[in-house]
């Protein structure tokens, strides 16, 4: 009696301690991150995001290009697998909630040649369960479930993570394809128009009004523009084949894609779209921000368990069996084993050991809110580099406009010229070749201006706010959401 008023009083002592020393784990980001990291600025703009931002390009083939890597690309697959395996590790977890038990039934067979005859023979049938359950008073095993929770939304995250960068690394390839495919079709009629050139130089050279140098250098500049050719035709495949990895076909697959019966051209996309939303909104949208934010949650509730380590564990174990000589008397009252017992353990020799893992989980912690600042740090500098680099390279590409119109303007004059006589064929040819290459040019700069434009839409993580992920038996699936209902469609206009 003197030992149970003893052992009753230090129960509630420990749980009290544990309690109290939970506060110390409770999950608080705006406590553990420095405040500089989750201020608010609105320098970017002022316009929230796009959802399914490739859909403004109003191009069929980019998406179909677009469902065809969400579904088939590695990359998303394999983290497909990663949201699986970190929901299974999740499940073992809330097994250390519950008892286990184990059952078991037995038959021997006895054979004694010493009593009578025929000796005694006789079965022997044998059933036991077995069970077990860790009291978790003081919420271990708890904590460590809502870590494994934790990191299965992280996964989650991490998922959404790759599915924006391969759609934004297949719309970056396919404007780049789209541009090499004009700029190919352009230096075909390069070429032809220097060929055309040769021809009427080595004319003149015959009647004597143009030296052999000028035949040269046409002949330098057909040979030029056949390997501007070649190098651009290279860089077509290699952008294909690009394409066939990022959507999940095969080369040869790819380019049966590739072949619609309409295809827009690079100068029928608008560049001019300006998607983004705050800067504030970058720490709630980006997936690797979310993503860095659940893994502190995650160390913190790990350092807690590790913390609740030191304190004693309870454990329950139950065992229920029986004999008889008969399967039917085996659960008969008369026959049956009950044995129920309780157990306190206490980590007495392996505290030191203890001692290391806490250190250890208290550094986990810490380097999860280090990751989670590197991860914010990192996201504001590509939101402010992509934006730079997307008004620049729009500047870049009016520039690029005002040129091109500048040269076919001279190109106009030219024909002119030559159908009064002013100016002969040849030069008519060579102001076609500067307003193709000007073109050419001009394609180059509306390829890299929409590239900019994915980009920075990846960069405030934007493009999948119309979506909901469904957690589905062998993996995720993204599920456009149901229409909103008509009065938060009203209070959105």
Avoid at 142 to 153: E, S
Avoid at 230 to 245: D, F, S
Avoid at 317 to 333: E, N, Y
Avoid at 348 to 372: H, M, N, P, R, T
């Amino acid at each position: 009696m003197k030992s149970q008023k003893i052992i009753f009083p230090l129960l509630l002592a420990i749980l009290a301690s544990s309690c109290a020393n939970n506060d110390e784990f409770k999950s608080d980001i705006k406590k553990d991150v420095k405040p500089s990291f989750l201020s608010q600025s609105t320098d970017i703009s002022n316009k929230a995001p796009t959802d399914q931002w490739w859909l403004e390009f109003n191009d069929e083939l980019l998406n179909r290009l677009i469902d065809l890597g969400l579904k088939n690309n590695r990359d998303i697959q394999i983290a497909n697998q990663s949201i699986v395996t970190s929901r299974q590790l999740n499940n073992v977890d809330a097994t250390k909630l519950f008892p286990t038990g184990t059952a078991g039934i037995s038959r021997q067979r006895f054979a004694s040649p010493g009593f009578g005859p025929s000796g005694v023979k006789y079965d022997l049938f044998q059933a036991t369960f077995d069970a077990s359950w860790e009291l978790d008073f003081l919420g271990k095993n708890l904590d460590r479930y809502k870590a494994g929770k934790l990191r299965f939304l992280k996964e989650a995250q991490l998922y959404k993570a790759n599915s924006l960068r391969i759609t934004s690394e297949i719309a970056q390839n396919y404007f780049a394809l789209k541009a090499t495919q004009k700029q190919i079709a352009n230096l075909e009629k390069i070429h032809a128009l220097y060929s055309d050139i040769t021809q009427i130089v080595t004319k003149k050279e015959e009647l004597g009004i143009a030296s052999k140098s000028l035949i040269h250098q046409s002949g330098i500049d057909q040979n030029s523009a056949e390997v501007s050719l070649l190098e651009v035709k290279t860089n077509e495949k290699i952008l294909t084949y690009k394409l066939a990895v990022l959507v999940g076909v095969t080369p040869e697959e790819i380019g049966d894609i590739l072949k619609p019966a309409k295809q827009k051209n690079i100068f029928d996309y608008n560049s001019g779209i300006v998607p983004v939303g705050l800067k504030s909104d970058v720490l709630k949208r980006r997936p690797d921000i979310i993503a860095a934010e659940y893994e502190i949650d995650a160390a913190l509730y790990d350092k807690s368990a590790q913390f609740k380590e030191f304190f004693p564990s309870f454990n329950l174990t139950a065992r229920i069996g029986g004999g008889a000589t008969s399967l039917g008397d085996v659960l008969k009252d008369s026959t049956n084993v009950k044995d129920i017992r309780g157990g306190v353990t206490v980590p007495i020799f392996s505290v030191g050991q203890l001692l290391a893992e806490y250190k250890i989980s208290k550094s986990k912690a810490k380097i999860a809110v280090l990751d989670y600042e590197k991860t914010v740090l990192t996201a504001l500098q590509d939101c402010e580099s992509q934006l730079v680099r997307y008004i620049n390279s729009l500047a870049i590409e009016n520039n690029s406009k005002a040129s091109l119109q500048a040269s076919n303007n001279i190109l106009q004059i030219d024909q002119n010229k030559k159908r009064l006589g002013i100016i002969s064929k040849e030069d008519v040819k060579k102001s076609e070749i500067a307003a193709l290459m000007s073109e050419n040019q001009m394609a180059q700069r509306k390829s890299e201006t929409l590239s900019n434009l994915v980009a920075l839409h990846k960069a405030i993580g934007g493009g999948f706010e119309n979506y909901e992920m469904h957690f589905e038996k062998d993996g995720v699936q993204f599920v456009e959401k149901k229409n909103q209902p008509k009065n938060d469609q009203k209070k959105s206009q």
